[in-house]
């Protein structure tokens, strides 16, 4: 006997769930979420190359994402953590 799966997705990040409640608490701390103010939203995070390494005889630059002011402290895949709702970033900016 087939059944409809419902899922639910974060509008944000396309996160699914199948419970809508479980969603929605995952919006409200997306990092995705510019409300949350978050590195991965903000203007101030942004690509820099690092010295160039030698490898043999190639050449490698590395482009990591910082915080242009100094501001990133812990960092995972998605950009930085939100410890709390309350810890969100004072220097964050909106991309343009
Ligand atoms: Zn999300």
């Not at 160039?52 to 242009?68: L, M, Q, S």
Request: proline share 2%; glycine share 6%; hydrophobic share 30%.
């Amino acid at each position: 006997m087939p059944y409809q799966l419902v899922k639910f997705t974060c509008k944000y990040c396309g996160r699914e769930y199948r419970l809508e409640k479980n969603a929605e608490e995952h919006e409200k701390k997306c990092y995705h979420n510019e409300a949350n103010r978050a590195c991965i939203t903000c203007v101030n995070f942004q690509e820099l190359n690092t010295e160039p390494v030698n490898v043999g005889y190639i050449k490698v630059v590395n482009a990591e994402k910082h915080c242009i002011l100094g501001l990133d402290e812990t960092f995972d895949d998605n950009g930085c953590t939100i410890k709390s709702l309350n810890n969100h970033c004072d220097g964050w900016a909106k991309i343009q």
